[in-house]
């Protein structure tokens, strides 16, 4: 196989592979994805596998949000002018997903009109991306943390969980126990490991490609360098 191919499976494919098994999608679930970096995008793929009937995926930036429709066939969600993105996600799916899946982690971005106390929690990063998700899923569902919090969190929406039987999943992919079973998915061509790589530049040119990507310019996802 080309190195393109196996590249993932060291962080991105097993991360997102486990992260719709831990989360227990079933046939005929519906998922929301939120964030549709490296990590979102191939966890809607496996979502799709397992049997999703419906996924959707949710960010702000527009040309990610392309990205999911062209090579995932999702419905997509730009959160960035709206108003109250969880509720409204709630409304959409007819009371809830099933399952809720956040790929953003605590470098999200906050939006608009979140409340005061969530947006100023007097904490390093935010947890609105687990607000929206306490919204936007349904009584009994399950919401599995995948982007990464490392701190102590205010105002965690934990009476949502509670009154409305919500269980919370989370934890940091097993890696190594998973890379056999996609090494068979990728040789049997399940599904296409490469679809997020939207860069390819020598090392001469990281610094500046670097910073395409950090600013999420020129359509960027994913960069690989070939030295
Ligand atoms: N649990 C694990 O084992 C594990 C392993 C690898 C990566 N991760 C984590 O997964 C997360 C995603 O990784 P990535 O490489 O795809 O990151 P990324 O930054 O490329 O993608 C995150 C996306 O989320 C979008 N976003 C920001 N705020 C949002 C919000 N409030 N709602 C919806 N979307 C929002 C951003 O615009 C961006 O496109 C990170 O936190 C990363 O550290 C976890």
Aim: aromatic share 8%; glycine share 8%.
């Amino acid at each position: 196989m080309e190195d393109e191919q196996l590249l993932f499976l060291s962080d991105v494919i097993p991360t997102s592979y486990w992260s719709v098994e831990h989360s227990g999608v079933k046939k005929g679930d519906t998922v929301i994805v939120l964030g549709s970096g490296p990590i979102g995008l191939m966890t809607q793929k496996f979502a799709w596998l397992k049997g999703a009937t419906r996924v959707i995926a949710v960010d702000q930036v527009e040309h990610r949000l392309e990205h999911a429709r062209k090579t995932n066939n999702v419905e997509t969600y730009n959160f960035s002018n709206n108003e109250k993105v969880g509720e409204l996600l709630h409304e959409e799916t007819g009371g809830g997903a099933d399952v809720v899946i956040d790929c953003v982690g605590m470098d999200g971005a906050v939006p608009p009109n979140t409340s005061f106390g969530s947006k100023h929690n007097n904490q390093f990063g935010t947890i609105s991306p687990l607000i929206t998700a306490s919204q936007s899923v349904r009584k009994f569902g399950t919401v599995q943390v995948t982007g990464v919090y490392g701190t102590e969190a205010n105002n965690f929406p934990l009476g949502d969980f509670f009154t409305r039987n919500v269980s919370l999943k989370t934890g940091q992919a097993p890696v190594i126990h998973i890379m056999p079973k996609l090494y068979e998915m990728i040789e049997n061509k399940t599904f296409d490991p490469t679809d997020i790589i939207t860069h390819r530049a020598s090392l001469d040119d990281a610094a500046k490609v670097y910073d395409i990507f950090d600013k999420k310019e020129d359509g960027s996802i994913k960069v690989i360098f070939k030295p």
